[in-house]
């Protein structure tokens, strides 16, 4: 089935393209605008992008969206991770933010929430995935992006190399265990379902 994912982020479409291999998975087109994200949950979020582009495409539409929430600062940065240290900061940004509000070792949790909406038949629903992991005060890792060099997970994909970052995991690893990864896999068996 061709999906088109309501993001412009290349590193979702591409992460996201890779857990959905029997989908054509496109980005966003420049000419859609990007609704306002008013939700206070990931799925609401989720949901309100799905249903703008659907309702502008007229085809099948999946949204993520995704964050990390800590335990010593009460959830956040939650929905307001892409945008944690303030109006157009970057990912760079968001990590010094959180490396300096919250201790190191804090419980974290990365949750993606995913939304599928087909406009021809009025179908719409959510799925969600959830990592879990600490604070590591030393960033590090070039394999991912937004917080996975300071994310270690619970989850040791490779006993024999304990104490990687998200960063540091191979693509197939951290598909494995990642938030989007999981969700993705209740995607596909919600997808199959519709047939």
């Given at each position: 089935m061709r999906l088109v994912l309501a993001t412009r982020n290349a590193h979702k479409v591409a992460e996201l393209g890779a857990l959905l291999p029997d989908h054509e998975l496109v980005g966003l087109p420049e000419h859609l605008d990007t609704p306002e994200e008013t939700g206070a949950t990931f799925a609401e979020n989720a949901l309100i992008k799905a249903r703008a582009a659907a309702d502008a495409?007229?085809?099948?539409?999946?949204?993520?969206?995704?964050?990390?929430?800590?335990?010593?600062?009460?959830?956040?940065?939650?929905?307001?991770?892409?945008?944690?240290?303030?109006?157009?900061?970057?990912?760079?940004?968001?990590?010094?933010?959180?490396?300096?509000?919250?201790?190191?070792?804090d419980a974290l949790a990365y949750?993606?929430?995913?939304?599928?909406?087909?406009?021809?038949?009025?179908?719409?629903?959510?799925?969600?995935?959830?990592?879990?992991?600490?604070?590591?005060?030393?960033p590090r890792g070039a394999n991912g992006f937004g917080y996975d060099p300071a994310f270690l997970p619970d989850d040791v994909v490779d006993p024999g190399r304990p104490g990687r970052t998200m960063a540091e995991l191979e693509p197939e690893e951290k598909a494995a265990i990642s938030h989007r990864g999981r969700a993705a896999t209740a995607l596909l068996r919600r997808l199959d379902r519709r047939g």
């Open positions: 495409l007229g085809v099948p539409v999946i949204a993520d969206d995704s964050g990390v929430e800590s335990a010593a600062l009460a959830g956040a940065p939650g929905v307001r991770s892409a945008r944690f240290a303030g109006p157009g900061a970057g990912d760079a940004d968001n990590l010094r933010k959180l490396l300096r509000d919250a201790p190191a070792g949750v993606c929430a995913l939304a599928f909406v087909d406009p021809r038949d009025g179908d719409a629903w959510t799925v969600e995935g959830r990592c879990t992991g600490t604070l590591d005060p030393h």
